[in-house]
């Protein structure tokens, strides 16, 4: 039930009374009234609101409106900030998202950039190392203590918009689909087409960025800066080059986004029940969702990052195995998958998986954190300004 800004949780087929009238409820939803007095354009009904404070993990109980109704059992309403509140803008969904994508990008930016260089098929002797905190050891002792972290300017440029998009598309998406499909509960396969069509706007946006971002962590990058590296690509590979990989990032991202939030909801109805504000719960699922998507994707990722750095011994080495002359380019998921097979066997598509999953783990625990908080804050304001 949809009431003044919060949603309050009924069981399908429930009954209760309202001034006099009986009330059957479906998924949220007025079924009937009985007594009359209800015009149709008025559903879905809006409950009378609730006087008490707004708190986390707090069950408020509504009291029967007339001693008729002690035999209907009195019905259990909570606050439900897991969707914001119906009259919430969408700009609300797009802030929350904008910010928790760009503190997830940034403040994982070092482990992306070690991920990159350790995808790396044909490695220069001195970009080649053992784990990931080696390779950070190295990065900073050899090449200067900002370097982990050129071209994140790049990156939280388009993290911001592409997760604004991404969560508010997710979260319109999901809930309509849930309720099409199994009204006033929660539907695993509306997750996974939601996580889907939200991926393909974010992917969109990006692309670009991944490309310049990664051409710039590659060891002995000759690039001077982000524009020095736009310029450059669009001179010697033409607009292409920023979506060389895009069909390749949504091969590899539909299914991981899928993955992730069908784990990522499941997990919280086994840790989160309630779905009230849960800061652990939202960590701990988004970690784990993070890092099983990301090691079952870990081949594409592969793949991705070679057609985005275009790594130029690998290239040489494809295009001596094809007869190709000049000017070549590895382009096309099929291609890098041979390319990626040719150089270094089966092992080679997961080349970097441990930096993957350590940089996915906390990414996703971040972005699942931040959003859940700002939905939880943007929700508690609402209610309080209903209340006053």
């Not at 508010?168 to 087409?193: M, Q, T, W």
Request: overall charge positive.
């Amino acid at each position: 039930m949809e009431a003044d800004g919060f949603v309050s949780r009924r069981a399908p087929g429930e009954t209760s009374r309202v001034d006099g009238r009986e009330i059957r409820w479906l998924g949220g939803r007025i079924l009937d009234a009985a007594g009359g007095g209800f015009p149709r354009a008025a559903l879905p009904f809006t409950a009378p609101r609730m006087e008490q404070d707004f708190t986390p993990a707090v069950v408020h109980r509504a009291s029967p409106p007339t001693t008729e109704s002690s035999s209907v059992a009195s019905a259990d309403t909570e606050i439900d900030y897991e969707g914001l509140p119906q009259g919430a803008a969408t700009s609300t969904h797009m802030l929350a998202g904008a910010v928790a994508g760009i503190m997830e990008h940034c403040l994982m930016y070092p482990i992306d950039c070690v991920k990159t260089r350790m995808q790396s098929l044909n490695p220069e002797p001195g970009a080649r190392y053992r784990n990931v905190m080696d390779a950070l050891r190295q990065i900073v002792r050899t090449e200067g203590v900002w370097r982990p972290i050129r071209g994140v300017n790049v990156l939280a440029v388009g993290a911001g918009p592409a997760h604004a998009l991404y969560f508010a598309c997710y979260e319109k998406i999901k809930f309509r689909l849930s309720d099409a499909i199994h009204p006033g509960a929660n539907s695993h396969f509306a997750n996974g087409v939601a996580g889907c069509m939200a991926t393909v706007i974010h992917d969109a946006i990006m692309n670009p960025a991944e490309v310049v971002k990664q051409r710039m962590q590659m060891f002995n990058s000759p690039y001077r800066g982000v524009l020095h590296c736009i310029s450059s690509l669009l001179g010697r590979e033409g607009p292409a080059a920023f979506y060389r990989s895009y069909t390749t990032q949504l091969t590899m991202n539909i299914p991981f986004q899928a993955l992730h939030f069908m784990i990522y909801e499941s997990l919280q109805e086994t840790l989160n029940p309630h779905r009230q504000y849960n800061p652990s719960s939202h960590m701990v699922s988004g970690a784990l969702a993070g890092a099983i998507a990301a090691a079952a994707t870990t081949p594409l990722d592969v793949c991705k990052t070679l057609l985005n750095t275009q790594e130029a011994q690998t290239v040489v080495i494809q295009a001596q195995g094809t007869g190709a002359v000049g000017g070549r380019h590895i382009s096309g998921l099929g291609e890098a998958f041979r390319t990626v097979y040719r150089t270094g066997g089966s092992a080679a598509f997961f080349k970097g998986v441990q930096a993957r999953v350590i940089y996915q783990m906390p990414s996703t625990a971040i972005s699942w954190s931040v959003y859940e908080f700002f939905k939880y804050v943007i929700t508690k304001r609402q209610h309080e300004r209903l209340l006053k």
